[in-house]
């Protein structure tokens, strides 16, 4: 599994293969994420492309509230790398969460972590957002998406 640290705004240049991401924090990896994972890690195989986590790091919540989440959270990222790596991903994605990101339009934040890094196929959870109010649900911004 290739690691891949990002952050907004800073510009890079990858040569990433074509994948499908499974879109998340995933904090424990549990069953329901892993089933999240599982559809597209089925989905890389349909399609022949390379599978993917995106995750983020810290907690978005830490971010926006301003408080370190550590009681709550289940996992360490060394931990989450390890458990992602036993599931055979080919790469994992992990988003520096900031003030700066928090405040990217959905848009915007397709364009730069899906488009720009040659993904084919997204899967979310139900609960997944963007933070930036309704606007910010997977389901709404999701069909911004447009990959051939």
């Known amino acids: 599994m290739q690691i891949i640290n990002l952050s907004y705004p800073d510009h890079y240049q ?7 991401v499974a879109v998340g924090y995933f904090d424990g ?13 089925k989905e890389s195989e349909k399609q022949n ?13 830490e971010v926006i509230k301003k408080e370190p989440l550590k009681d709550f959270l ?19 994605f992990v988003v520096t969460f900031n003030k ?3 405040q990217l339009l959905p848009e915007n934040f397709v364009q730069k972590f899906f488009i720009d890094l040659n993904v084919r ?24 998406l447009k990959v051939s």
């Open 14 to 20: 990858l040569d990433i293969e074509p994948t499908s």
């Open 29 to 41: 990896v549990h069953k329901g994420h892993q089933e999240v994972i599982n559809k597209a890690i």
């Open 49 to 61: 492309i390379k599978s993917a986590v995106m995750t983020f790091n810290p907690h978005p919540l």
């Open 74 to 92: 289940i996992t360490s990222l060394n931990e989450k790398e390890k458990i992602l790596e036993n599931l055979n991903i080919d790469y994992l």
């Open 100 to 102: 700066e990101l928090a």
């Open 121 to 144: 196929h997204v899967v979310g959870g139900f609960d997944f957002s963007l933070v930036i109010k309704e606007q910010g649900k997977f389901k709404t911004w999701i069909n911004t």
